[in-house]
Structure formats: structure tokens, C-alpha cells
């Protein structure tokens, strides 16, 4: 029986530079932090309490569309998130609004410090 996926890759292009984004704007964990090689680093961050952990990978082995996320994020208030993060100089690229694929979805879309596209959700109680 399945339980859990261990991690997600995304790509960066500086590990450092996303491991601030992650860390310091979106509140994720470093769950490890180790040498991988001469010039890159086994990164994998987490959301506090969380088991399903994010890896940074490089560009060559993971890749995303422009206009495709590559991560979802799952908040509380999808508002008071948008704008928390916004404070912080994260540019918003849609929303915060109400999605049109389901009416008790609130979502914004925003780009990470390697400019992945990220969503950002939240749904109410139906």
C-alpha cells in the first residue's frame, strides 16, 4: 500500500537563492542540506509538519512549461497568504480570486526566486 510521496523536484538555478525563497518567504523547513557532487548540493525543504518534502533539482533534469505550475501549494486563506508573501516583494501574477474550475477554490499565481511558476490555493467548506 502507498503512503506518502517522498519529494517533488523543481528546478533552480541557484540552490542558495531558493533556499532563501523557501525558507525565508514561504516558511518551509531545510530538511537536508548535503554535498552532491563538486558544484551542487542535495537540498530538500519541507513544510512544518509535513512528510512530503520539496527537492531542488537542476534545469537539465526537470522542466516545466512557462505558463505551467510547477509546484501547488495548499494555505489556509489563499488572500492573507497572497498578501503576506507580496509584502515580502514576491510579485503576484494572477489573482487572489476565486477559481473558474471550482467555485470553492481561491487561488493566486506567483513566481519563485528561479521563476517557476507557483499556485497557491485554498478551499473553502462547502
Same mark, same amino acid.
Given at each position: ?10 528546478? &533552480? @538555478? ?8 523557501? $525558507? +525565508? &518567504?514561504? =516558511?518551509? =523547513? *531545510?530538511? /537536508?542540506?548535503?554535498?552532491? =557532487? ?10 512544518? =509538519?509535513?512528510?512530503t518534502k520539496l527537492q531542488f533539482a537542476r534545469p537539465t533534469e526537470v522542466?516545466?512549461? @512557462? +505558463? *505551467?505550475?510547477?509546484? /501547488?501549494?495548499?494555505? +489556509?486563506? *489563499?488572500d492573507a497568504e497572497t498578501a503576506r508573501i507580496a509584502a515580502l516583494g514576491? @510579485? ?5 480570486? /476565486?477559481?473558474?474550475?471550482? %467555485?470553492?477554490? $481561491? ?5 519563485? %526566486? ?8 485554498? /478551499? %473553502? &467548506?462547502?
Amino acid at each position: 500500500m502507498l503512503t506518502r510521496i517522498n519529494f517533488v523536484q523543481i528546478p &533552480v @538555478k541557484d540552490q542558495q537563492r531558493a533556499l532563501e525563497f523557501y $525558507r +525565508d &518567504v514561504m =516558511g518551509m =523547513g *531545510v530538511d /537536508t542540506d548535503a554535498a552532491y =557532487g563538486p558544484d551542487f548540493r542535495w537540498i530538500f525543504m519541507a513544510i512544518p =509538519g509535513a512528510r512530503t518534502k520539496l527537492q531542488f533539482a537542476r534545469p537539465t533534469e526537470v522542466s516545466f512549461g @512557462k +505558463d *505551467v505550475p510547477a509546484l /501547488t501549494l495548499i494555505c +489556509d486563506d *489563499v488572500d492573507a497568504e497572497t498578501a503576506r508573501i507580496a509584502a515580502l516583494g514576491v @510579485k503576484i501574477t494572477d489573482g487572489p480570486a /476565486t477559481a473558474p474550475w471550482e %467555485s470553492v477554490v $481561491r487561488y493566486a499565481m506567483f513566481r519563485d %526566486s528561479e521563476d517557476n511558476l507557483i499556485l497557491l490555493q485554498s /478551499t %473553502s &467548506v462547502r
